[in-house]
Every structure is written in C-alpha cells, then in structure tokens.
C-alpha cells in the first residue's frame, strides 16, 4: 500500500491525545465512608477488572478511528500490477471535442470551457517528464507531436469552435499514430467529449489494447434545437425578374414542439422573403416562401431561422446563378425555320443563332447549351464527331430530320450517339396516340389534363428501331411505341429525336399547342443543373464548368478577408475543385479567375451536430468489445486527484473513511451500552 499524500501521515501524532486521556484519568472521586470495608473487597476488584476493559475498548476504538480519518486524507491506493514495470515517463494523448455541440452550457459555462479545463486538470495529474499530444476534430498537423506540458497547456488555449466532424475511431486511430514514436511508454488516451450519437461509428472501434482509454462524458443543460436540413427550388431554371419559388425545410431536434418559428430569406444582403413554421417534435416541417425582383448574374442567398439559445446552425448559405439569356445555336440544311425562330422570338430570354451546315465554327458549339440540327441532308463525319463530343459533355441536341434525301448520314449520326436509327421513311397517315405527361418537359405546362387531348398527325415521318440497349425515353409516341418525339441521353448530355421536320408538308406538328412548350422546355432544361450548396468537410470534390487557366491565372476562393487556392483538376468534360480542410466556416465564397468572378460557392454543416442526442453508457461500452475503457463523469471541482488515483492503482481512502465511522459507533455503543456488572457483598456472621 502506498499514499498520495503522505505528508498527511504526521497527523497520526494526535494519537496520543486519547492515550494521554487515558493515562491519566481526571475524573473526580465521592469519598463514601463505611464502619468496615473488609466484606467488599471481591465486589471491588471484579468491578475494576470490568471497567479496565471496558476502558481499553474505548481507547482501541479512539485511535482506530483517528488512524484511519488520517490515513484517508492521505489517499491510501494499491499499485496497479501494470505500473510495477519502471516506465521512464508516459505518453498521453488529449482529444478535445470542439465541434458546434460543444458551444452548449451548463454551470461551468459552455462545454468547450470545461473540457479546456479539464484537459489542463488531466495533464497536472503526470510528472513533468511526461509527453502529452493535443488533438481537436480539425486533425491540424501542428498538433500530431508531443508536447511537454508547458506547451500542452498552451496548445489548450488555442482551441476553438470548428465545423469539422469526426467519429471514435478515427480519432482513436489517430492518438495512436503518434504513440509509435515512444513504443516504450505507457500509454493513455482521454477523449473529452458530450458524446452525441454522431460520434459514434457504425462499426466497432479497432484499437491498441496496450492503450489504456478513458472517455471522459461532459454533460449540458437540456435545450431544444431548430435546425435548417435543407432547401431547394420549385424550379431549377431562373429568369431574371421572374417569380421564385424557394421551399425550406426545418428539423425540430427536441422533444418538444416548435412553434412559429420564423424563417427569413435574404438574397445579396436584401431580405426578400419571410415566414414561419410549426414542427411537431423529432419531425420536419417545410414551407414555401416566394420572391421575385432579381438581376441577371450570381446571386449570394442565406435562410435564417430565430432558434435561442443554439444559435449555431441557424444560418444556411446558398447560391445560384440567373443567366441573362440561352444562347441557342440552329444549324439550317437549308434556309432558317420560320417555326423555330418564331418560337423563340417571343421571348428576349432565348439569344437565337442561325447558320449553315457548312458554315460552323466548331470551338465554339461549347458556347450554345441547347443546339438544334434542322433538316441536314448530309452530315459529315467531322460534325458528327464533334456533336458526340458536345452532347458527352453535356450540351443538348434536337435533330429534326430530312425526308428528301438518303438516311445513311443521318444513320451514322445516330448510331454514333446511341440512339435508334432510321429504319425507314413512311408515307402513310398516323396520329399521335400517347404522350408521356409525366415528362420534365410538360410539368407545370397543364393545369387541367383533358381526357381526350388533340395530338399531331403525321403524314411522313421516319419510323426508327427500336434497339433494346437505348437510353429512350418516349415523349410522344405513334400507336405500338413507334417513337414520334423520343429523348435519349449520352454522357451528361441529351439527344431529342423527332420523326418529321418542321414543315406543313410532313405533319401538323408545327402549328399543334404541343410545340411550343416542348420547345421552350427543351432549351430550358439545357441549362446545366447548379449545386445551391456544398457539405463542409464531406464535399471533397466540387463540380464546375471547364476552365482553362494560363501560365499567368490562378483559382481563388475568397469571402472578406479570407482567401485560400484551392486544386484544380481537368477532366473531359467538366473540372474540378479540391478545397480539402482549406474552407473551415460556413458561408458564401467568391471564386475568382485572378479578378473576374467565375462563380459563387456556398459551404454549410454537414447537420448531424444539431441533433442533441446523447449516447448512453452502454451503447459507449459496446463499441468496445474487445477492449475495457474507462467512462469518467467528472464531479465539481479539480479532477486531478481523481486522474492520479486511476494512475496509481486501486483507491482506499473511502474504505479508510468507512471504518473511521465504523469505530467512532463502536466507540458510542461501547459507552452507552457496556455496564458494570451487578455483584453484591456478603456479610460474615
């Protein structure tokens, strides 16, 4: 047995005051005077002999309990069998939990400060020669060494809130890669935490069971929480001055209901719309907010919810861009369409280009999104070579085909994009019989869909096999599925194939109240789909348009004063931005080719810290199967003393404690209860 506080050992000194008590006894005597004291000799001495012992247990019980109220302020411990092995100095690795959860709080402040303190008050509990490692949920490289504990302590102060988010086993995988720099230590880990269920992983943690772990369990006052879980647009496509159409959807983390929270919308530091929701507990709630009244180019968005006292994720950052026109490029077999650029002409929205077969400047069909092929008798193979190059990349191809001529150029076209290909021209009459309403093309163009709707006619058109490995999609079709108007799909981009062009002559088609909003969808769908916002620390990989930069560009991505490069990687079709763990805060970035503004990118949490759900013990406990952790819920005050009885072995002051009151009853019992016995004297006669 040893002590941790040994110096409280002299106080066994005062053992002496009851033997001094007891030594001399300074009760006062009643003299009784008796003619003749011969006769009570035996009463006297058995008495004595009786009170003697009597006193002799009370001293005993008196210097028991004064040595063991010593001994328990001494903190009395068995080693622990492990710590008889001389370790030179031992290694311990520090996990602070700073994710968004942590800025809760109860009666020491928020949770951040605790564990701060507590990482101090566990690094106190080791010797000055020991080596200590700091580690947070940003993994900062900085911080993957050891520390002395000057150092440490410094390191403490430095943490703040983050928004990166990390599960038990890789932080525990990432303690212990530094342990293999001192393989002759003892090693510990402390991961200091409120343990939400999201720090959980699914699998069971894989650790060093030569690693001794203690997870210490932080706990916060009971608060309810609103979070924003996500957003989106009625309609992908916007116009500039149109209606907007934008529905939110909130989360109510508590089991509590949420009542009239109010949502705010805010585009370019403008708030454009408001409004508020119920939420029943544990469920979500989504609501539609309009507004309208926005110019052509990037638009910087945030929702903001009034959720007190978790403020942390209140805030949800989006952006999108409202083009000033679709530029749309119509390649003419012959003279333009008076249909297609009639069409388009209404609105100023659509930016209408007309050029010959033989006049295109291939660079530039990357500039078009949505490119109609008009009545091309003859395509060569260097056109359909860079039509599958512009569809693969994502551009939108319409083909209206010519009757007049032979097909084969038309068949090579098509099979080089995948599609079904001519099987030959019809001359005789057909109707349109089925019409594919569930399209993205008629959505929202019906209020009331008809039972009997008026579809085209044709009177020659081009029937097209029907292959099995086609990505076909019908959108209006004859009777048997003989393809009328059919959408096919290479790549990232779309194919729709008519069966007739766009003359009176082949059918009625061009004049039928289905042309118009076929071809207004059509160049409306081209515009590539934008994402409104990122994931921070999970959207490693952020898709964009292809950029070139020269010798002389950079890539930025700034917001205020803040600016950081992120990676660019070219593919065929699209580039790519890597921003690793550059961007750390929510919010709205600029990203800048030198000084021009290629886009904006919205980053926010990834969510699961808003639920305030806590793991219990044993769902803790069974993450560790193969391995005995250790769960520590730190008491008010200092847990240094605690820390350095785990350390040292088993604890006995409580037991020192327990029989320093077992003595002082027996003491009392002893002295209420233990009498004299009742002997009488006999008189001679």
Not at 361 to 371: A, E, V
Not at 389 to 398: A, D, F, R
Not at 567 to 575: A, I
Not at 643 to 657: A, D
Request: hydrophobic share 40%; charged share 20%.
């Amino acid at each position: 047995m040893r002590f941790l506080a040994p110096g409280f050992l002299f106080a066994l000194l005062a053992i002496a005051i009851p033997i001094i008590i007891h030594l001399f006894n300074f009760r006062k005597f009643k003299k009784v005077y008796f003619s003749n004291v011969r006769f009570l000799k035996f009463v006297q001495i058995q008495t004595s002999s009786r009170q003697h012992l009597k006193d002799r247990l009370i001293l005993a019980s008196r210097i028991l309990a004064l040595a063991f109220l010593v001994f328990a302020f001494a903190r009395p411990y068995i080693p622990d069998p492990e710590n008889t092995r001389a370790y030179q100095q031992q290694v311990v690795s520090i996990f602070i939990d700073n994710s968004y959860s942590m800025e809760a709080v109860n009666r020491e402040g928020t949770l951040l400060d605790e564990s701060k303190r507590r990482a101090k008050e566990i690094a106190s509990a080791y010797n000055l020669n020991d080596k200590f490692q700091l580690l947070t949920h940003d993994f900062e490289g900085k911080y993957q060494r050891l520390l002395n504990y000057d150092e440490f302590l410094t390191a403490v102060d430095e943490v703040k809130i983050s928004s990166a988010n990390r599960n038990l086993s890789q932080i525990i995988s990432r303690q212990e890669d530094v342990f293999t720099k001192e393989p002759n230590s003892r090693k510990t880990v402390y991961i200091i935490s409120d343990f939400q269920e999201n720090l959980l992983p699914q699998a069971p943690v894989q650790s060093d069971t030569s690693v001794a772990i203690r997870l210490v369990r932080l706990t916060s006052n009971s608060q309810p929480n609103i979070s924003i879980d996500s957003i989106w647009f009625a309609s992908a496509i916007h116009k500039p001055g149109d209606s907007e159409q934008m529905v939110v959807k909130l989360r109510n983390n508590s089991d509590e209901k949420a009542e009239n929270v109010p949502v705010k919308i805010t585009i370019n530091k403008q708030q454009k719309a408001i409004g508020s929701l119920t939420i029943e507990p544990r469920a979500t709630a989504a609501d539609t907010l309009s507004f309208s009244g926005l110019r052509a180019g990037w638009q910087e968005g945030e929702i903001e919810i009034t959720d007190f006292p978790v403020v942390f994720d209140d805030r949800f950052y989006f952006s999108f861009n409202v083009q000033q026109s679709i530029p749309i490029l119509i390649i003419n077999g012959g003279s333009p369409n008076e249909y297609l650029n009639s069409v388009y002409r209404s609105d100023l929205f659509f930016n209408v280009s007309n050029v010959s077969s033989g006049n295109i400047n291939y660079s530039g069909l990357n500039n078009f999104p949505f490119l109609v092929l008009n009545e091309v008798a003859e395509i060569s193979d260097g056109l359909i070579q860079q039509l599958r190059q512009y569809v693969n990349k994502g551009g939108s191809l319409m083909i209206y085909p010519e009757l007049q001529s032979n097909q084969e150029s038309l068949k090579k076209l098509l099979q080089a994009l995948g599609s079904d290909f001519p099987a030959e021209v019809v001359t005789a009459e057909n109707k349109v019989t089925s019409i594919n309403l569930q399209h993205p093309i008629f959505k929202g163009v019906f209020e009331n869909i008809p039972q009997k709707l008026d579809l085209p006619v044709a009177k020659n058109y081009i029937r097209y096999t029907l292959q099995n490995n086609t990505t076909r999609q019908s959108i209006l079709d004859f009777p048997g599925r003989v393809s009328f108007f059919s959408e096919y799909k290479l790549g990232r981009g779309k194919i729709y194939l008519s069966a007739v062009p766009l003359n009176a002559e082949a059918s009625n088609f061009a004049r039928h109240s289905v042309f118009v909003p076929i071809m207004y969808q059509t160049a409306l769908l081209s515009l590539r789909d934008q994402n409104l916002f990122h994931k921070l620390n999970r959207d490693q990989a952020i898709e964009i348009p292809k950029i070139t930069l020269n010798a002389n560009q950079t890539l930025k991505l700034k917001k205020g004063e803040f600016e950081a490069i992120p990676d660019l990687r070219q593919n065929e079709n699209f580039s790519q931005l890597y921003v690793a763990d550059q961007i750390r805060q929510n919010g709205n970035y600029q990203l800048l080719k030198n000084d021009s503004l290629l886009a904006i990118l919205s980053f926010n949490d990834s969510g699961p810290e808003s639920n305030l759900s806590y793991a219990s013990d044993r769902v803790i406990e069974a993450k560790f199967p193969d391995q005995k952790i250790e769960l520590i819920t730190p008491k008010p005050g200092s847990m240094q003393g605690a820390v350095e009885s785990i350390n040292q072995g088993t604890s006995l002051w409580k037991l020192c404690i327990i029989l320093a009151l077992l003595f002082l009853a027996a003491e009392i019992l002893l002295i209420r209860f233990y009498k004299k016995s009742q002997t009488k004297a006999v008189t001679l006669e």
